[in-house]
């Protein structure tokens, strides 16, 4: 998992989004070189970058050639999706059937906390609270294995999700 807050995790971000809103197109060199330079460091952390952005199946990696932007089909990133609101269900309920007194409060004081900010249009602070809403149902679920792939599938789709809540009127739908 990317240390959140690095240099590492922002070039994460800062490229998965110019992927996801087309900035970089499929098929696209990403040079280690220009990278490094355009984010002020050495080939060790791009490195890294790309690892995560591979391991998101946003990049691919090839032997003697290099990273490039994977090709993100419709009917990938659909059942990626479909596979998500699975998951989250399987969380959903097993939550509902094991949470704690003190963990269902605390879900939902987060939920009640998001309100204000989808009445202030603050997407970015919204993403910070939506996340650790999923991540208080995940652990609420009390199954490892599930949670696990459920933080899995939810950091390949980050982009993605970011990507939505850009949308107009989308924060009020996801809350």
Request: hydrophobic fraction near 40%.
């Amino acid at each position: 998992m990317v240390r959140s807050g690095t240099t590492v995790d922002q070039m994460v971000r800062a490229i998965a989004d110019r992927i996801v809103t087309g900035y970089l197109r499929p098929g696209e060199r990403l040079d280690e070189v220009s990278l490094a330079a355009r984010f002020d460091v050495s080939r060790t952390p791009v490195r890294e970058a790309l690892g995560h952005l591979s391991a998101m199946g946003l990049v691919e990696r090839r032997p003697n050639r290099g990273a490039i932007v994977a090709v993100v089909t419709q009917e990938h990133l659909a059942s990626m999706f479909e596979s998500m609101a699975e998951l989250e269900a399987i969380c959903a309920r097993f939550s509902a059937e094991r949470m704690t007194g003190g963990e269902r409060r605390a879900l939902e004081m987060e939920h009640q906390a998001s309100a204000r900010l989808v009445q202030l249009g603050a997407e970015e602070d919204y993403e910070y609270f939506n996340t650790e809403f999923h991540s208080r149902l995940y652990r609420g679920a009390h199954n490892a294995h599930i949670q696990d792939l459920t933080v899995t599938t939810r950091s390949r789709l980050a982009p993605f999700r970011r990507a939505q809540f850009m949308l107009p009127g989308r924060l009020a739908k996801s809350w």
